[in-house]
Every structure is written in structure tokens, then in C-alpha cells.
């Protein structure tokens, strides 16, 4: 299986500032078609998951542009350019490559 | 608009067997190239994947919990049933369905792009 780890884990921040995740996947998530499966969630509180970022890169529609992802292969960063309140939650990554899928253990977001 | 609901008892014993419904619609799991999936989580716990059932039958499972689950398409084409055998405490947490769309090769998506509210399932004597 890929495991998947990501850093930090807790992350207070201020609203109007950056912040950044990382993810990291013990294999390469990159397909024959050269795309890298890494998708990010978010889940606020009470909530279900909610799509942000798929193919490492792509926000789906719908999704703040404030919410950028890069990386590829085993690397991979989730910025929030401004964090806004409604940012709270905790931020998964996911390997959607191959299964059995796997997701990291989570970033909690929060506000100072 | 897809929607996804999760249906079951929320209180199982330990040693029974578990069946979770997902009731869903705004998509066709016989006609659409896409699949229905099952992922849990424990109180205060990460995401875990537990299984995918795609378009054509093609089953995927945990590597962890593969010999207690199962999944199919259910006898109404709009219902995927989950089933988990052994159930024991540690099973405890809330069970999400989600629509899950593979795109193509050239177009890939592969992504749970809508999932259900959850169902909490508690397992205790």
C-alpha cells in the first residue's frame, strides 16, 4: 500500500495570511499518462469531505482560488494564498493512483 | 446534482455483520463510467479507503480489511450496499459513500467529487 504522511499536522493561522501544507507518498504518484494522482480534501467541522485539488494540481470548479496545489511524483504542497475563517478544517491529501487508495492523517487548520 | 445518502443500523454487536445502503442519484452506475466507494472514519480519526465498486463490477478492496468486506451493486440501480463481517468496537466511526468519477486516460479525474452526509455506526454489547 502507499502511505501517506503530511506535515504539520496542526497549523494555527492568522486570517489573511499564507499557509502551506505538505504531503508526502512513499511511491511515485505519477500515472503512464504522466499526471500525478494526489488529491486534497477538506473537511470542516461536522462536515463531510469536500474536493479542493485533483491531479495534484487542478482546483475543481467551484473550489476558492486562494487554493493552489503543486508538486509531483512523491512531493506535493497545498497553499492557501489568504486564509480565510471558513479555511477551518482538516486538510487531507489522498493517493488516488492505485488502489487500495490511501489518505494522509490530516492537517487541523485553525485560527490563532 | 448527485447526491448520496447512507442508510443502516447505528448500533451493531460485536461479532455481527454490518450492512451499510448507499441510496444515490443524478448519476447511473449502470450507464455512466464511474463508481460508488466507502470510506470511514473513527471519532476524532483520519479518512480510511475501504472498498469501490465501479461501472463494469470491477471491485476494488483495503488491503486490511479485505476479508471482511464486501461490496455490490444493489438490487436497485441506485444502491450500493457495503457489507462488513466481524464487526468489533474498534470499527466504531462514521461510514461515507461517495461518487467516484475515473475520468479517461487522456482525461483523468480520478476523484470522490461528491460524497454523503455519513452514518455513524457504533459497535457495542
Known amino acids: 500500500d502507499i502511505m501517506m504522511t503530511q506535515s504539520p499536522l496542526s497549523l494555527p493561522v492568522t486570517p489573511g495570511e499564507p499557509a502551506s501544507i505538505s504531503c508526502r507518498s512513499s511511491?511515485?504518484?505519477?500515472?503512464?499518462?504522466?499526471?500525478?494522482?494526489l488529491n486534497w480534501y477538506l473537511q470542516k467541522p461536522g462536515q463531510s469531505p469536500q474536493l479542493l485539488i485533483y491531479?495534484?494540481?487542478n482546483r475543481v470548479s467551484g473550489a476558492p482560488d486562494r487554493f493552489s496545489g503543486s508538486g509531483s511524483g512523491t512531493d506535493f504542497t497545498l497553499k492557501i494564498s489568504r486564509v480565510e475563517a471558513e479555511d477551518v478544517g482538516v486538510y487531507y491529501c489522498?493517493?488516488?493512483?492505485?488502489?487500495?487508495?490511501?489518505f494522509g492523517p490530516g492537517t487541523k487548520v485553525d485560527i490563532k | 446534482q448527485i447526491t448520496l445518502k447512507e442508510s443502516g443500523p447505528t448500533l451493531v454487536k460485536p461479532t455481527q455483520t454490518l450492512t451499510l445502503t448507499c441510496t444515490f442519484s443524478?448519476?447511473?452506475?449502470?450507464?455512466?463510467?464511474?463508481?460508488v466507494g466507502w470510506i470511514r472514519q473513527p471519532p476524532g480519526k483520519a479518512l480510511e479507503w475501504l472498498a469501490l465498486?465501479?461501472?463494469?463490477?470491477?471491485?476494488r478492496y483495503s488491503s486490511s480489511l479485505r476479508s471482511r468486506l464486501t461490496i455490490t451493486k444493489g438490487a436497485s440501480r441506485d444502491q450500493v450496499v457495503l457489507t462488513m463481517s466481524k464487526m468489533s468496537p474498534v470499527d466504531t466511526a462514521t461510514y461515507f459513500c461517495?461518487?467516484?468519477?475515473?475520468?479517461?486516460?487522456?482525461?483523468?479525474?480520478?476523484?470522490?467529487?461528491?460524497w454523503g452526509r455519513g452514518i455513524l455506526v457504533i459497535v457495542s454489547s
Open positions: 489522498m493517493n488516488a493512483l492505485q488502489t487500495p487508495f490511501t
Open positions: 465498486v465501479y461501472w463494469d463490477d470491477d471491485k
Open positions: 443524478g448519476f447511473s452506475l449502470t450507464t455512466d463510467k464511474v463508481a
Open positions: 461517495g461518487h467516484f468519477d475515473p475520468g479517461t486516460y487522456y482525461r483523468p479525474f480520478n476523484y470522490f467529487d461528491s
Open positions: 491531479l495534484g494540481l
Open positions: 511511491q511515485s504518484l505519477i500515472h503512464t499518462n504522466g499526471h500525478s494522482y
